[in-house]
């Protein structure tokens, strides 16, 4: 048992160090460089186009030419208009639900009636509803592209509500 306590490790270190020299020897004279001929389905994938990188055609020159084709501190490149207060012509915009499988808008009535419930594509008034997300709604009209968000009633006034008082402590006597 003593004996291959000692022996274990030189062992492994030697078959190591066999191993280096064999892949070194493989590097220096070159061999294994010559790929394998394709056989079976994968040659048929591979004969079908160029896997290389350097075949493909580069784009970056075209990307360039468009990323530098629209100027960023051009007049007429604005980002779409937000309106928190609401659009002439359009019920305010009284709130949004995003679930994973719908996205809907909801307009405040024109008087107590019921709410308007829209989903992209709909129309309200001269409007079209373009995109519903959760940062607002996205409508498209003769005043052009608008980014509507939730706001809540102007003319509604949030109840006082009155300050607690709280009792004052007793002063501590020593």
Same mark, same amino acid.
């Given at each position: 048992?003593? &004996?291959?306590?000692?022996?274990?490790?030189?062992?492994?270190?030697?078959?190591?160090?066999?191993?280096?020299? +064999?892949?070194?020897?493989?590097?220096?004279? &070159?061999?294994?460089?010559?790929?394998?001929?394709?056989?079976?389905?994968?040659?048929? +994938?591979?004969?079908?186009?160029?896997?290389?990188?350097?075949?493909?055609?580069?784009?970056? &020159?075209?990307?360039?030419?468009?990323?530098?084709?629209?100027?960023?501190?051009?007049?007429?490149?604005?980002?779409?208009?937000?309106?928190?207060?609401?659009?002439?012509?359009?019920p305010?915009?009284?709130?949004v639900?995003?679930?994973?499988?719908?996205?809907?808008?909801?307009?405040?009535?024109?008087?107590?009636?019921?709410?308007?419930?829209?989903?992209?594509?709909?129309?309200? &008034?001269?409007?079209?509803?373009?995109g519903?997300?959760?940062?607002?709604?996205?409508v498209?009209?003769?005043?052009?592209?608008?980014? +509507?968000?939730?706001?809540?009633d102007?003319?509604?006034?949030?109840?006082?509500?009155?300050?607690?008082?709280?009792?004052?402590? +007793?002063?501590?006597?020593?």
């Amino acid at each position: 048992m003593i &004996g291959w306590g000692r022996g274990l490790p030189v062992g492994l270190c030697v078959a190591a160090l066999g191993l280096c020299l +064999l892949i070194a020897a493989e590097i220096v004279t &070159g061999a294994g460089t010559a790929a394998p001929e394709p056989t079976g389905r994968t040659g048929a +994938l591979a004969q079908i186009g160029p896997t290389d990188t350097a075949l493909a055609p580069d784009r970056h &020159g075209t990307w360039l030419e468009q990323i530098l084709a629209r100027p960023l501190f051009s007049q007429d490149r604005r980002p779409v208009e937000v309106a928190a207060a609401g659009v002439a012509g359009l019920p305010r915009l009284t709130g949004v639900v995003v679930t994973e499988s719908q996205r809907v808008a909801i307009f405040a009535p024109a008087s107590k009636g019921h709410p308007i419930i829209a989903q992209s594509g709909a129309h309200i &008034g001269e409007y079209e509803v373009k995109g519903i997300t959760d940062a607002g709604v996205t409508v498209a009209g003769p005043r052009g592209t608008t980014l +509507l968000r939730p706001a809540f009633d102007p003319a509604h006034v949030p109840p006082v509500l009155p300050v607690p008082v709280l009792p004052r402590p +007793l002063p501590i006597r020593r």
